[in-house]
């Protein structure tokens, strides 16, 4: 129980769908983030939230749009995804924006056809 | 750009110290040293971190060095769910608080 849940934990669709990636803390965390892991090269940092509001986009493409209504959701809202959009999405809390701890998920792995 | 160095792989016996090397030449004085880990098909996950001071916890020692641009990860005995991926990261405050994650250092256990 790692105190972030994701789901789906996989998810395959295709170049014209639209579908939505959660994430779940309870964990009483402010901050919350997006990070895309593809094959063979680091984690990328995508958002930032500190208290529902979004601190950092990291060049993002706008086919990935985030949403987070409360401090405990998350969501990565996906259309018009390319290839090489396959990847692990992790999404992670903490206490505060900075130098507090990441939790993390285990993870969406997203596969587009 | 990740601001660490760490090989690229190490090897352990189970049941025997393992130290984890990681440069940080660039450090500035106020950057915190994490480590976390990511094991097979999971998130990564917190280890240990610190400032100046060597520091312990239940999964680690982080072992800084004085100067402040080297420190070590030590686990005490390894075990064959510690082989994993390990990250050295450096961080700030606020946006200088963000996870640059470098590829880490992938330990293997042997039995």
């Known amino acids: 129980e790692t105190g972030v849940t994701q789901t789906p934990r996989h998810l395959v669709m295709g170049m014209t769908n639209k579908k939505s990636l959660k994430c779940e803390q309870h964990?009483?965390?402010?901050?919350m983030y997006w990070y895309k892991q593809s094959a063979k090269k680091p984690l990328e940092l995508m958002f930032v939230y500190n208290f529902k509001e979004q601190t950092e986009n990291n060049s993002v493409p706008s086919r990935f749009s985030p949403e987070c209504p409360n401090s405990s959701h998350l969501f990565l809202h996906l259309h018009t995804l390319q290839p090489e959009d396959s990847a692990l999405y992790l999404c992670a809390s903490s206490q505060d924006w900075g130098s507090q701890p990441q939790h993390f998920g285990d993870g969406t792995r997203l596969s587009i056809l | 750009d990740a601001k660490t160095t760490q090989p690229n792989s190490m090897e352990s016996n189970e049941e025997e110290p393992v130290h984890l090397p990681c440069n940080h030449s660039t450090i500035s004085g106020t950057d915190y040293i994490h480590w976390y880990r990511q094991l097979p098909s999971q998130g990564p996950e917190y280890v240990i971190h610190?400032?100046?001071s060597n520091v312990n916890n239940r999964m680690a020692s982080l072992a800084i060095a004085e100067d402040r641009k080297s420190s070590t990860l030590i686990l005490h005995r390894a075990t064959l769910r510690d082989a994993a991926v390990y990250y050295c990261i450096t961080r700030g405050g606020g946006s200088q608080g963000n996870l640059i994650f470098g590829k880490g250092t992938k330990l293997s256990v042997k039995p």
């Open positions: 610190g400032l100046t």
């Open positions: 964990l009483g965390h402010n901050a």
